[in-house]
């Protein structure tokens, strides 16, 4: 079955580290994306990549980093400039809509997420 | 903020009664998701609509869109025990490439 997996479930930081999540689709889709969920609230985008080699900072990009060298996986690393990284973060993916309809569109399909949390 | 307001922010209805939730916005829209995410899990598409449109259905899900008043809502009738979870409208605009989310609304089936 195709899907987007994230990976660890759960994730611990200490002070001063960076920490890596992660996320591979097999859905064959060209845009993936980033959000940071906080308790009673909606989500908040950090990073978003509609094609390999090429991304964009959401609202919130500070303190984070992505990389996007396959297709398939959209890693995010949440360093240590990041002073409040307790969060649940979402990775998410789309297909690439044909011009002018614009990516925003099309329905994104969402791993289950990553809890981090500080030590 | 640019953010979509729900309403309410929770709702607790006993099973096989219908469940309304609405979500206002204050920019116009190029279309308007609903997505559904159970506790501690993703999120999970259910409808999107498009502007030029002002209902949908999918299954027990139906969905208004009123661009005039600037809000949609959406219904799910006869409820089930499962369909407790948090809704979440998102919009899209035409300039961007990003959804904007509302905070949800916390749906509670009692049996």
């Known amino acids: 079955d195709g899907g987007i997996t994230q990976s660890p479930k759960y994730l611990f930081r200490k002070e001063g580290q960076n920490v890596t999540l992660s996320c591979e689709q097999n859905l064959n889709h060209d845009a993936m994306y980033w959000y940071r969920q906080d308790p009673g609230q909606g989500l908040r985008l950090i990073y978003y990549?509609?094609?390999?080699?090429?991304?964009q900072k959401g609202d919130i990009a500070e303190g984070y980093s992505v990389s996007r060298e396959k297709k398939e996986s959209f890693p995010l690393t949440v360093t240590s400039a990041q002073k409040n990284p307790t969060a649940f973060y979402l990775c998410a993916s789309s297909i690439f809509p044909p011009p002018g309809t614009g990516t925003s569109n099309q329905p994104q399909h969402f791993g289950d997420g990553t809890r981090l949390s500080i030590l | 903020s640019q953010q979509g307001e729900e309403d309410p922010q929770a709702l607790s209805i006993q099973e096989g009664e219908n469940a309304t939730m609405n979500c206002s916005y204050k920019?116009?829209?190029?279309?308007l998701q609903w997505y559904r995410q159970n506790s501690g899990r993703g999120l999970v598409h259910l409808i999107l609509?498009?502007?030029n449109e002002r209902e949908k259905h999918s299954g027990r899900l139906r969905v208004t869109l009123d661009t005039s008043k600037k809000s949609s809502s959406l219904l799910i009738t006869a409820s089930r025990a499962a369909d407790t979870a948090s809704y979440f409208c998102?919009?899209?605009?035409?300039?961007?490439?990003?959804?904007?989310w509302g905070a949800g609304t916390k749906l509670i089936i009692k049996p």
């Open positions: 990549s509609q094609i390999v080699n090429d991304f």
């Open positions: 998102a919009r899209s605009m035409d300039s961007n490439y990003q959804l904007i």
């Open positions: 920019t116009s829209i190029n279309n």
């Open positions: 609509i498009r502007s």
